[in-house]
């Protein structure tokens, strides 16, 4: 009953082990900074997307056009074109950080399109896990002069990736795993378990929990101990994930990139190894 105990205990403990995204590849204390302060985390991948609380992505354009201001520059000059604005989904519903990163430069319209999205102030909150959480989204905006008559219509997408900067993403959807799978994957550790000389007499079950980032050609990288078993068990299984084949990278809008894995490994008092990790199949 012990043992039982410690494994779901080792197991609660991996469900709460999430960084922030995005986090820079080698700032490891800034993923322990973050893992205190979960609820400043901005996701781009949730399981509930959010949108505009009256009739959506709809009602948002009516909106927006409804109190359009053309600006006076843009009009007399018969300038349109097209904005993006990155903006943040509050738990609460609210929005914030809006942000114009594509403008028509002197137009105004810049401007005038984070003023309307401003006046959006209700919104159905983005969900991970259950929880309401901060989302990033990008709204693209095209004003238009069609016979002077001054228009606008909206599209909402995730922003693309960064551009030239290595950062390791904790994802949500597309996570990186095993190429052949967990089950051909445990299999290798098996295969190639040299089991600790210190736990080889005696009767013991321990969990290790480990953190690796897996790169956008699948090698694992960064291999740190989380959560130690001793007996020699931590620097062996840090031993077999540096080993391991290649896997299939995670990837946004399917762009491979680097991500952060975390998996829990049991070494039975069989002299084997088993994976704990919740996502296993």
């Not at 105990?5 to 995204?21: K, P, R, V």
């Not at 893992?35 to 959506?56: F, L, M, R």
């Not at 109190?67 to 989904?89: Q, R, T």
């Not at 994930?241 to 039975?268: D, R």
């Amino acid at each position: 009953m012990k043992k039982l105990t410690t494994t779901i205990a080792c197991l609660a403990c991996l469900c709460l082990l999430s960084f922030a995204y995005p986090l820079k590849a080698n700032d490891t204390h800034l993923q322990q900074k973050e893992a205190k302060n979960k609820t400043d985390y901005v996701y781009v991948q949730v399981d509930e997307d959010p949108d505009y609380a009256d009739d959506g992505l709809e009602g948002l354009e009516k909106l927006m056009r409804e109190n359009l201001k053309y600006p006076k520059n843009a009009l007399s000059n018969n300038v349109s074109g097209s904005i993006s604005l990155d903006f943040i989904i509050e738990k609460d519903g609210r929005i914030s950080n809006i942000l114009v990163v594509k403008d028509v430069k002197g137009s105004g319209l810049g401007e005038e399109a984070k003023r309307l999205l401003s006046l959006a102030k209700k919104w159905k909150r983005g969900v991970r896990n259950g929880e309401k959480v901060r989302v990033n989204r990008r709204l693209n905006v095209v004003f238009s002069l069609e016979n002077t008559n001054p228009d606008i219509k909206i599209k909402l997408v995730i922003p693309p990736l960064p551009e030239n900067l290595d950062v390791v993403y904790t994802l949500n959807h597309n996570q990186a795993e095993p190429a052949k799978g967990s089950k051909e994957f445990e299999g290798f550790l098996n295969k190639n378990l040299q089991y600790p000389a210190g736990a080889l007499n005696k009767d013991l079950e321990k969990v290790v929990i480990v953190n690796f980032v897996v790169d956008k050609e699948g090698s694992l990288t960064d291999i740190k101990v989380l959560r130690p078993g001793g007996f020699g068990f931590d620097e062996e299984i840090t031993r077999l994930l540096a080993l391991s084949p290649k896997w299939v990278s995670g990837s946004i809008n399917e762009i491979p990139v680097k991500s952060s894995k975390s998996m829990a490994f049991k070494f039975t008092s069989f002299k084997t190894i088993e994976i704990l990790e919740p996502l296993k199949r």
